[in-house]
């Protein structure tokens, strides 16, 4: 099993600060981008971690270092650890490649759109970004909000379908409760409503009928009457 360097990004941090290496030879020592140690060197990366002297850790010679200093073209080699150490699994890759970097901003804004239940940590673990970048794409403060298009994470290879499932399912868990409505609260159908009568303020009776085929015939109520009267007077006789 080959060797392994600790802790890649601290190691990363002190070459940057103390020595004269080239951005490819420290990215191909600690087994990261150029762009992600340039990153390093302007100070737009790997905030807050305090560099790691691979030379009092044993996992660098100064001899290869200043080798290296002398030719940009020396690889440097990294030594014999005085502890193995297992190599760990990863899940993903251990940085995004610089073709699909550019595409984290059409994701982000996919996420925030159709998905903005899920918090900015939880977009930061999906396509790898800053919580700064996320507000950006959300706040319309991007420099290159005019051209971003919303564009699924999982379509772009930032994140696997699984992941994203994952997370949504725990944005969804912690999303309160929406309040029930009570009993009789909600409006009726339009179907109903449109069919009642309508009244108006200071009426005391009933509305009149809404069309003429509806008005009652007073003569033909009354002869229907007479006619019921007669009848029980013949069979009372």
């Not at 002190?14 to 191909?28: C, E, H, K, P, S």
């Not at 737009?44 to 290869?64: C, F, H, N, W, Y």
């Not at 009426?203 to 009267?229: R, Y």
Request: glycine share 4%.
């Amino acid at each position: 099993m080959a060797n392994q360097l600790l802790m890649p990004k601290a190691t990363a941090v002190w070459l940057v600060d103390n020595t004269g290496l080239t951005f490819d030879q420290i990215a191909r020592f600690c087994a990261l981008h150029p762009l992600e140690v340039k990153a390093i060197a302007d100070e737009e990366a790997a905030q807050g971690i305090k560099g790691l002297d691979p030379v009092t850790t044993g996992q660098l010679s100064r001899e290869e270092i200043e080798k290296g200093e002398a030719d940009p073209n020396h690889v440097l080699k990294l030594s014999d650890p005085k502890v193995r150490v297992p190599q760990a699994k990863r899940k993903g890759p251990r940085y995004t490649p610089v073709s699909k970097r550019q595409d984290r901003p059409n994701a982000i804004l996919w996420l925030v759109r159709y998905h903005p239940e899920l918090k900015d940590a939880q977009i930061s673990r999906l396509v790898g970004t800053t919580k700064n970048t996320i507000e950006q794409v959300r706040n319309r403060t991007h420099w290159n909000s005019a051209n971003l298009q919303p564009v699924d994470p999982v379509a772009l290879g930032l994140c696997s379908q699984i992941d994203l499932d994952m997370e949504v399912q725990k944005a969804a868990k912690n999303r309160p409760a929406e309040p029930e409505t009570e009993a009789g609260d909600t409006l009726l159908p339009a179907a109903q409503t449109e069919s009642m009568p309508v009244f108006q303020s200071g009426d005391t009776h009933t509305p009149a009928p809404a069309s003429d085929e509806d008005e009652i015939d007073a003569d033909a109520v009354f002869a229907k009457l007479n006619a019921l009267k007669k009848d029980d007077e013949g069979k009372a006789e």
